[in-house]
């Protein structure tokens, strides 16, 4: 079992819909949790983090964390083609040596 | 400028050449880290460091030296380059133990022939 992972996608969803992106992993003990988004070509760009269980809400972005089921999501609303992109999570484990885990990152289409 | 950049955007080397990889940081942060990023195994972590002189092996660190005699510097070197090492490198840095999550540079693009 990997120690996180998303579904690879790619997922495809019209403009103006909500995009969902799950991730698990595997790290009981694992605090801080973040949304990575990484367009073509470029680096990693920081766009969520959680830390409690619930949701929180940026923008059109919300995270939502659930440490019992060992599930983090992150929903977009009104996607817009500009949010085409793949989606990393990353997860900072219980050994607190300030190591993230990365998924291998979902890829969003938001098609016009 | 601020921030922390990478050095060279593009590198192709012959196989067996040694090879840095720069990354600079202005932000004095402690940690510093090494990812490759591939295909189908996603960003894997290379080497990272706590502080000035202090260095530890990640989940790929063969292959691979490291160095941080400065904060600010955290050089990667491929002592004898080999075509699986083919990749695209990404250093980050974060203030403390990764709880507010990493600023990323804008990565360096290594082919090994």
């Known amino acids: 079992q990997k120690e996180v992972e998303q579904n690879s996608g790619p997922l495809s969803v019209p403009e103006g819909a909500i995009a969902s992106l799950n991730c698990t992993y595997s790290?009981?003990?694992?605090?801080?949790f973040f949304w990575y988004r990484q367009y073509s070509g470029k680096s990693p760009e920081l766009i969520m983090s959680?830390?409690?269980?619930g949701d929180k809400e940026d923008g059109r972005f919300t995270a939502q964390l659930n440490k019992a089921s060992q599930y983090v999501s992150l929903l977009i609303r009104d996607s817009q083609p500009s949010d085409s992109a793949t989606y990393l999570c990353?997860?900072?484990?219980?050994?607190?040596?300030?190591?993230?885990?990365f998924g291998q990152g979902t890829t969003l289409q938001v098609k016009p | 400028d601020a921030g922390i950049t990478q050095s060279p955007r593009y590198k192709i080397t012959e196989t067996g050449r040694q090879v840095t990889l720069m990354c600079h940081q202005t932000?004095?942060?402690?940690?510093m880290f090494w990812y490759r990023q591939d295909l189908g195994h996603g960003l894997r972590l290379i080497y990272y460091?706590?502080?000035?002189?202090?260095?530890d092996k990640g989940e790929v660190p063969d292959g691979y030296v490291v160095s941080r005699s400065k904060t600010e510097n955290f050089p990667l070197t491929l002592e004898s380059a080999t075509r699986s090492q083919t990749s695209v490198y990404f250093c980050?840095?974060?203030?403390?133990?990764?709880?507010?999550?990493?600023?990323f540079g804008s990565g360096t693009r290594l082919t090994v022939v």
């Open positions: 980050a840095s974060s203030p403390d133990r990764g709880g507010r999550g990493y600023t």
């Open positions: 790290d009981r003990g694992s605090q801080s």
């Open positions: 959680i830390y409690s269980n």
């Open positions: 990353a997860v900072r484990g219980s050994s607190n040596t300030g190591k993230l885990i």
């Open positions: 932000w004095s942060h402690s940690y």
């Open positions: 460091s706590a502080a000035a002189d202090i260095t």
